[in-house]
């Protein structure tokens, strides 16, 4: 037996080894019966244990386990049971293991779909117009945007009414309307004396862009908001592209500004009308209304005896709650686009000034 001061609050891991180094400089040149056939020089994970109990856990400290000062402790060999991430046979396999971006599936391959096929749209209407410009100004160009933009709508109903495949549908409704927008531009002649795209054009494209915005209301997913706020803005781009053509070019921004401030002040306005919605009769401020006009019957049992505005009340309502629901949303939806927009164009015709 030897006596050795040890580390009591001290996983034994992390002097063990020290421990069996310093017994084996203390007892070196002891026989073997000294020794009782203990080899220091084997090979293994060593750790304590009181006689004939099972050794200590490597994690514990002295105090974990119980021992106290003047206990008797053996030094045992034990085993090491360690858990191995998972050996790879190739450098492939290493990178796929490292890894952790999810794969490239069906429906990653839709949304790169969607995302690459409106900048190709763009990418093609950019070369048909410079092609226009350098070839003579054929009216063939036009033609081609035309039945191109037409077959991407078609494609496009076909994908959201067959397939129902939504992001691919709104990403040919998209691309249907870049083309579509450019053959319009390309369709409407130039003025005498000029030789590029100008107002004519511009007002063309934005007359189309408008029909279009109107026609489809929101696309597949039925984005009220953005509808709203393409409707509004072709509408501006439109009368300023007429003004230009005509010279007046001046009253622009002022007319921009105006706009603006019309549909931000009249955005509730035109939520209402647009998701129709009817309003009850509210008397405006210092009008005077008797009681007897605000205590009429909502329905009556003649139809005749009910008021104009009770009567589009009544109709307007909704059969079901869902139905409600969903025009109180689409009002949200509308409202947040009209504001949108008049802030955009108020914006816009505020920085020239």
Known sequence: MTDLVLPASAPIE????????????????SSAEALAGFDFTAQGVWSFARPGAP????????????????????????SRTERYRP??????????VLDETPEFDRAALYRFIGVVLPLVAVGVAAVATVSWATTGRSWWWAVALGVLGLSLAGGSLLSQNRYGNLDIAESLLGASLLTLGAAVALAVPLPHGVETLGAPQIAGAGSLVLL??????????????AAAFLAVVATAVTIAAVAFGYGWEGWVPAGAIAFGLVIVTNAAKLTVAVARIALPPIPAPGESVSNDELLDPVATEDTS????????????????AARLTERSRLAKRLLIGFLAAGAVILAAGSIPV
């Open 14 to 29: 992390t002097y063990v080894d020290e421990t069996v180094a310093v017994l084996a400089s203390i007892l070196e040149g």
């Open 212 to 225: 279009f915005v109107l026609a489809t209301r929101g696309g597949p997913r039925r984005r009220s908001e």
């Open 55 to 78: 050794p200590i856990k490597l994690t514990e400290s002295l105090t974990d386990a119980g021992v106290v000062d003047g206990a008797l402790l053996t030094l045992v060999p034990v």
């Open 305 to 320: 005896e009910e008021s104009e505005t009770w009567r589009a009340i009544i109709a307007s309502v909704p059969d079901s």
């Open 87 to 96: 050996l790879v046979e190739d450098v492939i396999d290493a990178i796929a």
